[in-house]
């Protein structure tokens, strides 16, 4: 099928790829920020581009500090293992920090009722949102983080797409920060960044997370290459993700049209289509919806196959107005041969 793809393909910059926000790519302007930034050994608090975006998302979230690492997994493990001491270690089963988390909020939302019916007491328990989370209602974020304080129990929250939840609920990342002890916020995601994720809280707190980001491996050398790129990203590309956001509404509401249904309402850049045809006035099901990924394919689109009963499909900066109505076009054409 490699012949049909249409020879603008072959354009580095252009990323039509639906199957994640992660595989955003850097723009040259992006890139020529990256080769320009000063840079120094970060381990001896060095690297002029590091702490300035350290001290720039500190800032945006209203906390006194903020640590890049390497990833929104390290940014989560370093939260916990510098949050439980050696006294508190329970008899887990994750590699690092021997905490058990255990997924709770089934339904794809976190509330405070599913924290309330999970609560241990007695014990450090950590609290994080499922990453199938579509959105998390900024109330639900207040109630669990009230019930949290009651018990004295700090809180981390899984913040990687809340630059994206942020811009669709119109609410600052403060809003959100303010109920919560620690955050990680990821900038891999959308916005074209290589590489890491910050964790963001007290001063006190972030000194000792940069104990344990040393002892994981996660010290870093002129990383200023790499936080350029976020500097760039969030004040160039963070402000447009709305655009991302209409287009998934306009993505969403086109496929519905056409007889495919939603697995979840769409809330920001991502959109769930269902395989299931028993959803009321559905009639695309699963073999449709392999046909329309195998399609797209063909017209350079990537979209993730089904899982689970649903199509996950991710949009971010890089996906354009014509890649929507090329995707819708190809819906419409195989539709019609359908019906
Ligand atoms: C993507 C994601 C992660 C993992 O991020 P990495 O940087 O790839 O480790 C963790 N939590 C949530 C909520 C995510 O969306």
């Given at each position: 099928?490699?012949?049909?793809?249409?020879?603008?393909?072959?354009?580095?910059?252009r990323n039509w790829h639906l199957?994640?926000?992660?595989?955003?790519?850097?723009?040259?302007?992006?890139?020529?920020?990256m080769v320009s930034s000063a840079v120094g050994d970060d381990v001896y608090g060095e690297d002029p581009t590091v702490t300035e975006l350290e001290n720039k998302v500190a800032h945006l979230c209203n906390k006194s500090a903020a640590l890049f690492c390497a990833s929104s997994t390290m940014c989560n493990q370093i939260a916990i293992r510098a949050h439980i001491s050696q006294q508190y270690e329970c008899r887990g089963a994750s590699l690092h920090t021997q905490a058990m988390m255990p997924p709770i909020g089934a339904h794809g939302n976190l509330a405070k009722k599913d924290v309330e019916e999970n609560l241990i007491l007695g014990h450090f328990l950590y609290h994080m949102a499922p990453t199938r989370l579509v959105l998390m209602s900024l109330d639900d974020v207040r109630e669990i983080s009230e019930l949290c304080k009651?018990?004295?129990?700090?809180?981390?929250?899984?913040?990687?797409?809340?630059?994206s939840a942020s811009i669709a609920t119109g609410h600052?990342?403060?809003?959100?920060?303010?109920?919560?002890?620690?955050?990680?916020?990821?900038?891999?995601?959308?916005?074209?960044?290589?590489?890491?994720?910050?964790?963001?809280?007290?001063?006190?707190f972030i000194e000792?997370?940069?104990?344990?980001?040393?002892?994981?491996?996660?010290?870093?050398?002129?990383?200023?290459v790499l936080t350029a790129a976020?500097?760039?990203?969030?004040?160039?590309?963070?402000?447009?993700?709305?655009?991302?956001?209409?287009?998934?509404?306009?993505?969403?509401?086109?496929?519905?049209?056409?007889?495919f249904s939603l697995a979840l309402s769409v809330e920001t850049n991502i959109v769930f289509i269902s395989e299931d045809t028993g959803?009321?006035?559905?009639?695309?099901?699963?073999?449709?919806?392999?046909?329309?990924?195998?399609y797209l394919?063909?017209?350079?689109?990537?979209?993730?196959?089904?899982?689970?009963?649903?199509?996950?499909?991710?949009?971010?900066?890089?996906?354009?107005?014509?890649?929507?109505?090329?995707?819708l076009d190809a819906a419409r054409e195989l539709y019609n041969e359908h019906a």
């Open positions: 099928m490699a012949g049909m793809v249409d020879t603008d393909m072959q354009d580095a910059f199957r994640s926000d992660t595989v955003t790519k850097s723009t040259p302007e992006m890139l020529t920020r009651l018990h004295k129990i700090p809180i981390h929250m899984d913040g990687a797409r809340l630059w600052s990342l403060v809003a959100y920060a303010q109920h919560v002890d620690l955050l990680n916020l990821c900038l891999s995601k959308g916005m074209g960044c290589p590489v890491g994720a910050l964790l963001v809280g007290s001063a006190e000792r997370a940069r104990h344990f980001r040393k002892a994981f491996g996660g010290g870093w050398r002129e990383a200023g976020r500097l760039f990203a969030i004040e160039n590309i963070w402000p447009t993700m709305e655009y991302s956001h209409n287009l998934a509404q306009r993505l969403a509401l086109g496929l519905v049209d056409l007889g959803n009321e006035g559905a009639v695309v099901g699963k073999q449709e919806l392999m046909k329309l990924v195998n394919k063909t017209k350079g689109i990537i979209l993730e196959s089904p899982y689970q009963g649903s199509i996950r499909i991710v949009l971010h900066y890089q996906i354009t107005e014509e890649c929507i109505e090329v995707i």
